[in-house]
């Protein structure tokens, strides 16, 4: 009799907790700002030397994302959270965790952004590559998102990824994806986060949407957070859907895989530039892109959200 009420307790509690409505004012207050500067700082700065594996400063970059992880009680996907791939000659991995306890069969949403950048390149003056825009900014949003989410029980599995190699042609995503689908990983839908740390043109608050056509996902996070995800017309021109991570995925498993992103081609002229650096980044509005999207991704868990592709979807 004690036992079975003692299951029964449990029983409540992960109940309560999956129907307990969050307010975004509380949850935007665990995302602080002072916290977004330090992640982002850390991960921009010249130590990490471009975050690149020729020069060595993404092996950095991934160990502070593995022992930031560790320290918030997102577990290891894989063993020391490495997905491990070879690209130029050089061994790389995605930094990959789980939010609880991974249920194989369970239906599975993955949040993730690329960590890696240019590097050093060989030109006169500033020769080193931080990338805080492209994508410091981004890994910052993962990581932080993880950690709130992290602080709660889901019936879902939750898996967070930081990419290697994107910019030598999505390699990390890729490798992750085919492995994800051998693994026979129920994937419901992919967020990606790249580049975050200029206000879009539209306004405070807001980012687009890669394959905005393809799936409700804007439809279903607009619901939650209302004008937080808009439409941005170039993204169709220049065939953004397929240009970042998320494509890798969406390539794999056919679900909604899409890209949140503030860089819209008018606001920011340091993409692939030296002067991409953490100094020239909006900290105030992308730390409330990020507590706002952790809050819509809260509210989409709690009331297990069915995102699905449009049945006449095109790329």
Known sequence: ????????????????????????????????????????????SDEMKGRDTKSGGYYKAADFV??????????????????SLVTDSLVSYNVVGSIGKYVPGKKTILIGAHLDHIGIQENEGDNLYNGANDNATGSTAVIQI??????????????????????????????????????????????NFEMLGITLTTGANQVYMTGFKLSNMEKEMNHISNDFVRFLPQAKELNLFKRSDNYAFYKAFKVP?????????????????????????????????????AYTFAEMLRKDTAVKMYPAAVE
């Open 66 to 83: 593995a022992n930031y992880f560790e320290q918030h009680n997102i577990q290891p996907f894989y063993p020391a959270y490495r997905d």
């Open 257 to 293: 895989a899409q890209t949140l992103s503030t860089f819209d081609f008018q606001n920011y002229d340091f993409y692939h530039k030296a002067g991409d650096e953490a100094e020239k980044m909006e900290v105030e509005n992308m730390n409330q892109i990020i507590g706002t999207a």
């Open 146 to 191: 993880a950690a709130f989410l992290a602080k709660h029980q889901w019936e879902q599995n939750i898996l967070v990824a930081l990419f290697a190699d994107e910019e030598k042609g999505l390699k990390g995503a890729y490798h992750l994806a085919e492995r994800l689908k051998e693994e026979k990983v129920n994937l419901a839908y992919m967020v």
């Open 1 to 44: 009799m004690k036992n079975a009420l003692l299951l029964l307790s449990c029983f409540i509690t992960v109940q309560l907790i999956a129907q307990r409505q969050f307010d975004q004012a509380k949850v935007r207050e665990q995302i602080s700002h002072k916290e977004t500067k330090a992640i982002l700082f850390t991960l921009a």
